[in-house]
């Protein structure tokens, strides 16, 4: 159960960033003895691969707070972070053969159906409602929002590895989180229609 929970927390986060939890899966596995990393999954604590995963992290982190270019890196990430997703949650099925769950290790491919869509779930709530907020802040919102978003991926990293039991209830706030963000983005599309014009992409 705590394997699962954990799987979970880390593609939610995945899908708010598709490198923060690949970078503290990775971090942790090497100094710590919180993450055990299958052996498929080795290479996910390689030091020149969590470098190269930084690199694009920072990439990221500029990218996502500038106005428009958002949306083209959201883009771009629609197979970036659901790909994220599939590793993290497949990642920690280790913890799943520590706690002799013999379905999981049977059916590795469940790992990563359950990772990608959870992501690819929250990445299209993110990307759907990032030009909500841009129109409706003429911009100014776009590094709040992604400051945001990036604080909790690597929140909600760090809860599925050290307290997984709490993943339950951040993933309940976060369902809340997402249908008021529905609400918002569906009312923003009608108004444009009724005053005939388009949602900016």
Known sequence: MLAALTGLGLSTAAGLNAYIPLL?????????DAVKLPDGYAWL???????IIAALLAAEVVLDKVPAVDSLNDAIQTVVRPASGGVVFSATNAAAELESSTWMTEHPWAGWLLGIVLALTVHALKSA??????AG??????PVV????????????LIAVFAPVLVIVALLAFAALAWWLIRRVRRFRARKRAAGGHPPG
Do not use: C, H, Q, Y
């Not at 503290?24 to 710590?32: E, F, S, W």
């Not at 409602?129 to 841009?134: D, E, I, S, T």
């Not at 992604?146 to 990293?157: K, N, T």
């Open 129 to 134: 409602a990032r030009p909500v907020v841009n």
């Open 137 to 142: 802040t003429a911009g100014v919102g776009a």
């Open 45 to 51: 604590s390689n030091w020149g691969v969590l470098a």
């Open 24 to 32: 503290v899966v990775g971090v942790l596995a090497n100094v710590t």
């Open 146 to 157: 992604s400051a945001a978003e990036d604080a909790g991926s690597l929140g909600m990293s």
